[in-house]
């Protein structure tokens, strides 16, 4: 998938290399270069345009250019070597995507293996250059290629283990020319530098091969510059890895080798490392190191024991482990439980608090509602009949609360009453049941036998007792007369009772009604502002009640017509009488509600 917002540079630059012919492929892949160079390092811009060119494949052609023989390549090691820093640029600090596999598992080292065949044949091009001019100009083409192997590695350090355990970096190291053995054994000690576990995970044969060429660079070379390089890389792997340092200790294959390194004159330029890869392999220095491994094992063993002990502890105290969670949900669960309740609790007050505001507020607009509604010489009395309910409202919870402060105050008194006839109740139990029990382990004493006085006071006490309560003997026939009148009378009683009910339900529904209507006048709006049907819900159902408002309604309007010095004398609660014959005229036409008019 192309990524959006690509560089136009790039675009240009892969449709010129998809058109051109082969043999002019290098030459504008170093246009890459450029831009590379424009570009801030280290900049997201960069960022993006490294994953551009990984887009369009422009590395993959930077990878076959490579692969090619640099005879036919136009600009011959010039053109290589650039294309080795543009190709190792754009590999460091790139974000692959969905192809990070790829990337990681083909093409890095594939670039890092052509780099090495790279620099076989430099190798074998500066061995048998003639000139001196020729040789430098080789020497410096090598240099960029091992710089650019460098900076590749050090971006992915995962190929430092490919890299030392490659064919042809072996080939590289075994050279016996002073400053292409130089180069590669500075990039070796550079590469060290940045992960030098890798070292141990090559195979023992390839580790072997590189500290035979080392040594041997070290004791049989006469250049001071290679055998400088050779020490401070033989002293860098020595003492970055006990086991390296192990090896050429007790090794056969490196027997003798402090005796020949004391023979050796060492140069002013590496005195200091030679003496401390002397003393690094002396018997002190290897004491030294075999007391630290066992300082090392011997920590290793407490850690052990120590965890075995600690693992003991704890498989021996698991209840101590479940109490103490157990409290701790405790109490937590108590916690969120108490901030519940106070949630709850506000929830509650603030709830009690905007009803007593709404009813408040409710309660003002009846308020107002009913004084339009009300006569103006019944504002009084309306007033003062509201005072008196809001009085006894008043006075209701004040008594209530008098009341439940007097229980609460009396409450342990109360408790303590209950808690003394509990106590009674229980003593009592007890006592009977050991009276029961005494009774009925007591042993029997026979029945007293009657004497001749008691029988005849028994006897005189039945007869009076049956001459008190002599029973009245009655007939079939007046018993059966007594029952139909009882049967009558309660048929009676529950007819009536039918009746009253009827007539009970009749005023409860009534009451009902009146009130409905009364809380619909009190609501309703005035008439200013009565819109549509609103004064039709005022209508009355109960012909007395619209024939007494019809009555009330023609007086007003008779005392409203008529002339001044007719109401000289009175006053707004006198009333009019009004002519019966009007009043049924005007009935006659009056809305009743539930019918329709004629």
């Avoid at 005072?387 to 009396?410: C, M, T």
Wanted: aromatic residues 6%.
């Amino acid at each position: 998938m192309k990524p959006t917002g690509t560089d136009p540079r790039i675009l240009s630059l892969a449709a010129e290399v998809a058109k051109s012919p082969e043999q002019n492929v290098p030459i504008i892949l170093l246009k890459l270069k450029e831009i590379i160079n424009n570009t801030p390092l280290g900049s997201s811009e960069l960022k993006k345009i490294k994953q551009d060119i990984y887009c369009y494949d422009l590395i993959r052609y930077c990878l076959l250019v490579l692969s090619q023989d640099f005879s036919r390549i136009q600009g011959g090691w010039t053109t290589i070597s650039q294309l080795t820093q543009i190709l190792s640029h754009c590999c460091v600090g790139l974000e692959p995507g969905e192809d990070a596999e790829e990337f990681y598992s083909e093409l890095l080292p594939s670039a890092a293996e052509n780099f090495l065949i790279l620099g076989r044949q430099l190798q074998t091009c500066f061995i048998n250059a003639a000139k001196g001019e020729e040789k430098d100009e080789l020497l410096h083409f090598f240099q960029i290629v091992t710089d650019s192997l460098f900076w590749l590695v050090g971006g992915h350090v995962q190929l430092i283990q490919n890299v030392l355990q490659s064919d042809h970096f072996l080939h590289l190291l075994q050279t016996d020319n002073v400053q292409i053995g130089s180069t590669v054994m500075t990039m070796v000690q550079n590469i060290l530098q940045i992960n030098s576990g890798d070292l141990l995970r090559i195979e023992a044969k390839t580790l072997h091969s590189i500290l035979d060429e080392v040594i041997f660079k070290l004791l049989s070379t006469p250049s001071p510059v290679l055998r400088g390089t050779a020490t401070k890389l033989l002293l860098l792997m020595a003492g970055s890895h006990q086991e390296i340092l192990i090896l050429l200790r007790l090794s056969a294959c490196y027997k003798g080798l402090r005796s020949l390194l004391n023979k050796q004159q060492p140069g002013t330029e590496f005195r200091h490392e030679f003496r401390q890869l002397i003393s690094l392999l002396s018997p002190k220095v290897y004491q030294e190191v075999e007391e630290q491994k066992l300082h090392q094992a011997a920590c290793l063993i407490q850690a052990y024991w120590k965890g075995f002990q600690t693992r003991k502890r704890l498989k021996k105290l698991p209840s101590a482990v479940i109490t103490l969670q157990r409290n701790f949900r405790s109490k937590r669960a108590k916690l969120l439980l108490e901030l519940n309740r106070q949630k709850e609790e506000e929830d509650r007050r603030s709830r009690l608090q905007l009803q007593r505001q709404r009813a408040m507020r409710l309660s003002r607009e009846l308020r107002l509602s009913m004084l339009e509604i009300v006569h103006p010489g019944q504002v009084e009395k309306h007033n003062r009949e509201i005072e008196e309910k809001s009085a006894l409202v008043i006075q209701k919870h004040w008594r209530g609360y008098r009341e439940r402060k007097n229980f609460h105050q009396h409450k342990p008194s109360l408790m303590e009453y209950k808690a003394a006839v509990t106590l009674q109740r229980a003593t009592l139990k007890f006592l009977a049941k050991c009276r029961k029990k005494k009774k009925l382990f007591a042993p029997w004493q026979g029945l007293r036998e009657l004497t001749d006085a008691r029988r005849v006071e028994l006897k005189q006490q039945v007869d009076d007792y049956v001459r008190r309560h002599s029973g009245s003997q009655t007939s079939d026939v007046a018993s059966k007369e007594l029952h139909s009148q009882a049967q009558e009378r309660l048929q009676h009683y529950f007819m009536g009772r039918a009746l009253q009910d009827r007539a009970q339900q009749h005023r409860e529904a009534l009451k009902a009604q009146i009130s409905t209507n009364i809380e619909q006048l009190m609501k309703s709006p005035s008439l200013k502002e009565a819109e549509g049907k609103e004064p039709e819900l005022l209508l009355s159902r109960s012909r007395p009640v619209a024939a007494k408002a019809k009555q009330a309604h023609l007086t007003t309007l008779k005392h409203i017509q008529a002339p001044w010095w007719k109401k000289l004398g009175e006053e707004a609660g006198d009333e009019i009488d009004v002519p019966k014959d009007e009043l049924s005229v005007e009935l006659g036409t009056l809305f009743i509600g539930g019918t329709k008019p004629p």
